[in-house]
């Protein structure tokens, strides 16, 4: 079966970074992992980010989603319908 890996770069208000590595790891990797294809999530610290001139801005956090399924689009899809809902607030 085809194994997917999703990157999504976060950040979080400056001085809120033990309320948002606890919600993330209590409340918001638990609730993707029960989506279905959805196999493992985890959150790690950026550790350094460098621009190269494209005035990016500064990302803290890195969550890494692995995926199961013939169609990654599809559990994509799965993971979308359930954001901002009761199952994934």
């Known amino acids: 079966m085809p194994r997917f890996e999703l990157g999504v770069l976060s950040r979080c208000t400056p001085g809120e970074e033990a309320a948002f590595e606890e919600w993330y790891a ?18 790690t610290k950026v550790c350094y980010q460098k621009d190269y001139g494209l005035n990016a801005p500064a990302y803290g956090y890195l969550a890494i989603y692995e995926m199961d399924g013939e169609d990654g689009a599809e559990i994509m899809a799965r993971v979308l319908a359930v954001s901002g809902t009761d199952a994934m607030p």
Do not use: E, T
């Not at 209590?26 to 959150?43: N, T, Y």
């Open 26 to 43: 209590k409340q918001h990797l638990p609730d993707v992992v029960a989506i279905d294809g959805v196999v493992s999530a985890r959150l």
